[in-house]
């Protein structure tokens, strides 16, 4: 029953006539239809787009005064765009609002403010610098405590000293596991 429903649907589907030659052809605007001998046209296309159109070569005295400044020191090159805007009167360029903008550190005032943001700091790392060979064994049950790790790699951690043990933890929980990693002979610090 089920064959003769899907032979039936089957057979609605229109077919394309496979007799006839296909007329498929791919969009060529610089082909003319009725020349089937005609080759596509060859455009000379530019390294680089110019908006203002080909520009005349430059004089030969523009290319020795570019001779001229490539020649001089960096020192002297620095100066002759400070000179240019003196000699030629050029408006001086005013100076983009940044307001709102995040630019990274800068100096002056904004110093200021990016050590009262490390004084913010709310997230801390906790770092096992060094601890003592004998206390090796102590240590490492310790981590294992406050990183939910393995005794393989508790022991893996702790013996690639220096290496972060937690991260992202409070100052209080930080100051926490100091203290203890100090107790039992180990040395942490707070990143």
Do not use: W
């Not at 077919?15 to 082909?31: E, K, M």
């Not at 000699?87 to 005032?109: E, F, H, M, N, V």
């Not at 929980?173 to 203890?180: M, R, Y």
Request: charged share 30%; net charge positive; glycine share 6%.
């Amino acid at each position: 029953m089920r064959f003769t429903h899907l032979s039936r649907l089957i057979s609605r589907i229109p077919r394309h006539d496979t007799s006839r030659a296909l007329q498929c052809r791919a969009f060529q605007a610089d082909v003319v239809s009725g020349d089937s001998k005609a080759k596509p046209k060859r455009y000379k296309i530019p390294q680089f787009y110019d908006p203002y159109g080909p520009r005349p070569p430059p004089s030969e005295k523009i290319i020795q005064l570019a001779e001229q400044i490539g020649a001089l020191p960096e020192e002297e090159r620095s100066q002759i765009m400070p000179m240019l805007v003196e000699r030629l009167k050029l408006p001086k360029l005013q100076s983009i609002s940044t307001d709102g903008l995040d630019l990274g550190q800068q100096d002056g005032a904004a110093g200021v403010q990016v050590e009262e943001k490390k004084a913010e700091k709310t997230a801390f790392d906790v770092k096992l610098e060094k601890f003592d060979a004998a206390a090796k064994i102590k240590v490492i049950k310790e981590v294992r405590t406050f990183t939910n790790l393995g005794l393989k790699e508790a022991k893996d951690l702790v013996e690639k000293v220096p290496a972060v043990l937690k991260q992202g933890v409070t100052k209080e929980e930080a100051n926490e596991i100091i203290e203890k990693l100090k107790a039992v002979g180990g040395v942490a610090i707070m990143e």
